[in-house]
């Protein structure tokens, strides 16, 4: 269902699919930060949103392709150092609202989240949250995957331990 969105939104979009100005959405790009062991992931208390997410955000033009975007987020989010420079493989895809709120000072309406996930490994657990969240926590990913979380969150975990 995901995927199938966000191709059919790609197709719609192909000049400006991960601009911010598309007021219907764009595609992001997150990461599913585990520690080592792949037993904790990192999540991000999100200030704005008041929500325990996973580190991630918009693509720029800089960036050279999502996965990178996930990694560039992760390392400015986090300050964490991703083991092996981090994978180029699609984990998950994730559509979900953004509601309308006030960013900046500019109101930004609601719109979708076309969200890359990619599945990236800490070389330590050293973090350094930015300002844009408001605390972090490792969590194990037995307690991600019983599904008190967002449900993005839930099935990535479920995944993980089904590999």
């Given at each position: 269902?995901?995927?199938?969105?966000?191709?059919?939104?790609?197709?719609?979009?192909?000049?400006?699919?991960?601009?911010?100005?598309n007021q219907s959405g764009h595609i992001t790009a997150s990461a599913f930060l585990?520690?080592?062991?792949?037993?904790?992931?990192?999540?991000?208390?999100?200030?704005?949103?008041?929500?325990?997410?996973?580190?991630?955000?918009?693509?720029?033009?800089?960036?050279?392709?999502?996965?990178?975007?996930?990694?560039?987020?992760?390392?400015?989010?986090?300050?964490?150092?991703?083991?092996?420079?981090?994978?180029?493989?699609?984990?998950?895809?994730?559509?979900?609202?953004?509601?309308?709120?006030?960013?900046?000072?500019?109101?930004?309406?609601?719109?979708?989240?076309?969200?890359?996930?990619?599945?990236?490994?800490?070389?330590?657990?050293?973090?350094?949250?930015?300002?844009?969240?408001?605390?972090?926590?490792?969590?194990?990913?037995?307690?991600?995957?019983?599904?008190?979380?967002?449900?993005?969150?839930?099935?990535?975990?479920?995944?993980l331990m089904n590999r």
């Amino acid at each position: 269902m995901h995927l199938t969105k966000t191709l059919d939104f790609v197709r719609q979009n192909p000049d400006h699919f991960w601009c911010r100005t598309n007021q219907s959405g764009h595609i992001t790009a997150s990461a599913f930060l585990v520690n080592q062991d792949h037993s904790h992931a990192l999540m991000l208390h999100h200030a704005t949103l008041d929500k325990w997410l996973q580190p991630g955000g918009h693509v720029d033009d800089s960036d050279l392709d999502p996965a990178a975007a996930a990694r560039r987020e992760t390392f400015e989010e986090t300050g964490a150092t991703i083991a092996d420079g981090g994978s180029t493989s699609l984990f998950d895809i994730d559509v979900h609202a953004i509601p309308e709120r006030r960013k900046l000072g500019t109101l930004e309406p609601a719109h979708l989240h076309y969200d890359l996930r990619y599945l990236l490994v800490a070389a330590a657990v050293g973090i350094t949250i930015s300002d844009e969240s408001s605390g972090f926590r490792w969590v194990e990913i037995s307690m991600l995957a019983s599904g008190n979380v967002e449900s993005g969150i839930a099935r990535m975990a479920r995944k993980l331990m089904n590999r």
